[in-house]
């Protein structure tokens, strides 16, 4: 396998492998095909020779498969730095990471913001996804870097349904998950903020019926809001409490006006504006579409626990305390049908006021139970402990030309 | 006092009171003035010759004077019809209830949507007013209307703000309150939500920098997805399991599109464009900013107890165990507040999983509460008991030609 970051680099400084073509089509949920799909990707570290050291980290709603280094693109620095990265939790000096961009997403791989064949943008008519898409193209590029089992796959929020759809569709092939901050299926409650999202993205009239790149314009107003309506249920009550509470920004007295008066809306304001600048509103749509489609008991039976029947995948389950998007409850459920499927399963709630978005901030907790489960299974699966792995890759590195 | 419904009513069907004249300003918290104000309002049963039976009922953000009678420019019925009319907890038969459309309201209270004295629609021009300047109005239409005392003041949310504020600012003049699923202070949580509102309206270029109705064009989509946002927060997560859960609408099987698969999407879309037709986003951008700005301690050296210090209305607060967007602890701080002051307080904490909008619909625990906290006031204030005022209401009612 000598597979690298270098070698893959497409055109435009991202890389990518082209996992559909014709004549071997993505088969969607939805009943229709793609022709043609590329997913674009990132990897870190080195496939072992055993090829038994392979992590797949799958990201949330608005990120990308810059887990752990700077996205060349929007220049952002990589998104999850705490976890992954030599010496991190997922370290990679152990493991050969792979990250990659989400079917239906805008940072490389094949979404609306693709051309079809004939040289126009898919816009709106690009078909509708699933989580179970989402895998499946990744499946099919692990198949295409001639990987068959992952060691472990870890993600949140809507990285971690897709941790729990691979341990179901690639069934055995999945020898550990970590799924976090996450559910088995969406809420009425999520449903609904995303659905005032979407509203906000096709109120836009610079969206033109999802045509706009086609027709040279960007529906940023709408996208802008429908970012803000999201980002407060990522945080939770008490930390914007904390961090704002009723503080003014910037004056020493209410303006009187409809200015940004209080910080918590200039913050708002700026997660709305920033958010524009990378992101693309018809990704949104359809990635937030295929959360709110999430619902793996739904396919087994309407019994979560048939779904994870028979798996030996070894399950840890994370959540936070004050996470109100994606509930601790949400993830007992999970660990619920996991005992009574059978599944070798553990359970971590991390007691935190940061909310949702806990899994992606500074949480030695956190971080230590996720290095103690890895290492766990690391000796379970007899792959060499982190020291040793970090000498070999020390070694490695001398020995470079 | 002869005053009633019938003689009052103005050329548009509302009754309406001039409260301030170019003689006799309207002073504002934000040092602005308004020269001509006139508050819309609506009364039931009858004043007593001690005109000690005043009951002034505030509505919340959405709503109007018409609580306990149907609105006749919308055809909706009365918004309170568990808690205001003959033989209810606010008992016509025994009461003389007052209801105002607030200063900044839609319903026929001078507000953004009013003409100027140019001739010209206020529009974003119109000033800046707090909860203060509400009550302030309400006040100089009680003045107006010849009546010192308040009896009661009862309201929820927004309405609650009033009732709180009532207290402090008519000092001496309101023999009890019931503020319900309110705060004294707007937290930085609801901030935010109202600002997602805000910017969703201020997206909409039918906004037309406030002078929409000038351009004659509504910012209609703007609106309908600032009450989608806010809707979702009236309401408890378990409720909305309850109610929708992932029910589809009308349809056996997804649809995979960005129409209303889901019952709750339809319901949110019902309420965001049912919405538009009755109300104006002006007055929503202005009302919603009121409540930004209420915090009764900042205006007492920031605490809370000294706003209350030697009042002897008596208080009864309520709150609603799945209220998220005014929780009980906010309710608790109020009563922790009004126990520093030495005042008279009882609180009542309902368990429900209908969330904020509890107060609103019909919950039997809450309104037997009610019932007792004023049949217990009316004694204290030697009022008849309800009976012998309901007697007394039908004996007048005979002796009507």
């Known amino acids: 396998m000598t597979t690298t970051a270098r070698s893959l680099a497409s055109v435009d400084g991202l890389q990518r492998l082209t996992i559909a073509t014709p004549d071997r089509p993505l088969r969607l949920d939805n009943g229709r095909a793609l022709d043609h799909v590329e997913i674009a990707y990132e990897t870190w570290g080195k496939l072992s020779p055993a090829k038994d050291n392979v992590v797949i980290v799958c990201h949330a709603l608005t990120g990308d498969q810059f887990a752990a280094s700077e996205n060349p693109v929007t220049g952002r620095p990589a998104w999850w730095p705490t976890m992954v990265g030599p010496g991190k939790p997922v370290d990679t000096n152990r493991f050969f990471v792979i990250s990659t961009n989400v079917l239906g ?31 499946r193209a990744q499946i099919a590029l692990l198949d295409e870097m001639g990987i068959d089992d992952v060691f472990l796959a870890i993600g949140g929020s809507i990285g971690g349904m897709q941790v729990l759809q691979w341990t179901v569709q690639a069934r055995g092939r999945v020898f550990a998950a970590i799924p976090i901050a996450t559910a088995a299926r969406q809420s009425a409650q999520n449903i609904g903020f995303y659905e005032v999202g979407r509203q906000a993205i096709m109120a836009d009239p610079n969206w033109c ?17 429908a970012r803000m309506a999201a980002h407060i249920t990522y ?12 503080r003014l920004q910037d004056r020493e007295a209410l303006g009187f006006g409809f200015d940004a008066d209080f910080q918590i809306e200039s913050y708002l304001r700026h997660q709305g504006q920033s958010f524009v600048d990378r992101f693309d509103a018809n990704s949104y749509l359809y990635i937030t579409r295929a959360m709110d489609y999430f619902d793996l008991a739904a396919d087994h039976g309407g ?12 399950f840890c389950v994370f959540s936070f305390s004050s996470d109100w998007h994606y509930t601790p409850e949400e993830s007992r459920n999970i660990v619920q049908a996991l005992n009574a499927a059978g599944c070798d399963v553990s359970y971590v709630s991390i007691e935190t006021d940061k909310g949702h978005d806990a899994f992606l901030l500074d949480e030695p907790e956190f971080e230590a139970a996720i290095t103690g489960f890895i290492d766990a299974i690391a000796e379970a699966r007899d792959l060499p402990p982190a020291d040793e792995a970090k000498a070999m890759a020390r070694g490695k590195g001398k020995a470079r030309p």
């Open 105 to 135: 997403g805008c940072m490389g791989s094949t979404g609306p913001a693709s051309r079809r064949p004939d040289g126009h943008v898919w816009g709106a008519d690009f078909p509708h996804i699933t989580v179970a898409d989402m895998v």
């Open 235 to 246: 945080v939770s009550e008490p930390a914007l409490k904390r961090k704002f509470d009723r």
């Open 303 to 314: 019994q979560l626990a048939n779904a994870f029947r028979g798996l030996d995948t070894r």
């Open 209 to 225: 019926d999802g045509a706009y790149v086609e027709q040279d314009k960007r529906p940023d107003r709408g996208l802008a809001v």
